[in-house]
């Protein structure tokens, strides 16, 4: 298949290009009264320290945090019996996203579809989907279809990603592959359960791998990343993670889940690529002699990368979630968890100034078929 680039970058809006690790290494977290914790100085020294991420900041100084998160309530943890999915969105604040619908199409057997950076084969019949999709992007940060399957997705920083880019600067790149966002309007476009499209994007993943700038303004080395994604129907959703053409999924039946920017498969899992824990010894990141108990979060994470943001998030959306006991987790308490801690954002455009709110339920109705409800306001 073809390899390319889209011309569709913007020049950087600043001297320097925005640059996420150097930003989370300053210390800023997200949410809750906790954007000053990491900083001993608090957010008037982030605001001074001169560095590249002056394009974080507002008109007034402000910094914007960093914070992009996915979780999903099963019906029997909700008040209305149905699946609801969140996901806020990390974008830059000038990635607009407009929320936009494609109808259900018929294609013929030689069309092909030209995403980001690679040319793939499209397939016979693509579903009705609706997503949030940043302006120059193919693909959705979050979005559903028309049998109610629901994904939002989240960078995370792999070994495999690190050792990519790496060889990228040493001037061997890896061939360009696929976006994760692209990632997530195939497998709502090409899957009828939550299911179905995690086995689309698990298939695409091995075959294209994910090398390439998610962000515009960086290059591949700065604005590249892994994916992890929670994918939902009415019945189930699976939490799958990735590192470069490999990946774990887990599937979860009851309860809430929560994920962030950082790997949190461990020990157990139901399914994952066939070399998934051979490849990590033979790298050296987990002992051959304990093989038996591989850690895919443990063996993969990128250490080098800091994780104060995603840690925190993570235990925030654990504490929230106790607050909210099985069947009592509804709209009004996502409402809540959203003023709280600004990750339970469903189906919707996040952005680091002002966030569009679109929460999404995804039940089945009287008839059998699958129904989906989306509220749109702002946060």
């Not at 809750?32 to 974080?56: F, I, N, Q, Y």
């Not at 929560?258 to 994952?272: C, E, G, K, M």
Request: net charge neutral; glycine share 8%.
């Amino acid at each position: 298949m073809a390899a390319f680039r889209h011309d569709h970058r913007p020049q950087s809006l600043t001297a320097d290009p925005l640059d996420r690790r150097e930003f989370l290494r300053n210390g800023a977290a997200v949410g809750c009264g906790l954007l000053a914790l990491l900083s001993p100085d608090g957010l008037s020294a982030l605001a001074e320290t001169p560095s590249r991420t002056k394009s974080m900041h507002g008109a007034k100084g402000r910094v914007f945090p960093l914070s992009c998160d996915t979780m999903v309530a099963l019906p029997d943890a909700t008040t209305i019996g149905a699946t609801i999915l969140g996901k806020n969105s990390d974008r830059p604040v000038f990635d607009c996203q407009p929320l936009v619908h494609h109808p259900r199409q018929e294609h013929s057997p030689e069309a092909s579809l030209e995403l980001e950076y690679r040319t793939i084969p499209q397939v016979p019949q693509t579903y009705a989907t609706t997503g949030s999709s940043p302006y120059w992007c193919w693909g959705f940060e979050e979005g559903f279809n028309e049998f109610g399957v629901a994904i939002g997705n989240e960078a995370i920083f792999t070994k495999t990603f690190a050792d990519a880019a790496a060889a990228s600067k040493a001037g061997t790149p890896p061939e360009l592959g696929l976006l994760g966002m692209d990632l997530l309007r195939l497998g709502l476009e090409r899957g009828k359960t939550a299911r179905e499209a995690l086995d689309v994007i698990t298939s695409l993943v091995e075959h294209y791998g994910q090398w390439g700038s998610g962000v515009p303004t960086m290059d591949d080395e700065t604005g590249g990343y892994d994916n992890s994604y929670i994918i939902a129907d009415g019945k189930e959703a699976w939490i799958l993670e990735t590192a470069g053409k490999r990946w774990v999924a887990r599937r979860v039946t009851r309860g809430v889940a929560a994920i962030s920017n950082q790997p949190s498969i461990r020990t157990q899992w139901d399914l994952a690529s066939e070399d998934l824990v051979e490849y990590a010894i033979d790298k050296g990141w987990w002992p051959r002699d304990k093989k038996n108990e591989f850690d895919f979060a443990r063996a993969y994470i990128d250490l080098k990368t800091p994780l104060q943001l995603s840690h925190l998030r993570v235990q925030r959306s654990r504490q929230l979630r106790r607050l909210h006991p099985a069947g009592r987790f509804g709209t009004p308490c996502a409402d809540v968890v959203d003023a709280g801690h600004s990750v339970y954002r469903s189906l919707r455009s996040g952005f680091r100034h002002r966030q569009p709110v679109a929460q999404s339920a995804l039940h089945r109705g009287p008839n059998g078929q699958d129904r989906h409800r989306t509220a749109a306001g702002e946060a």
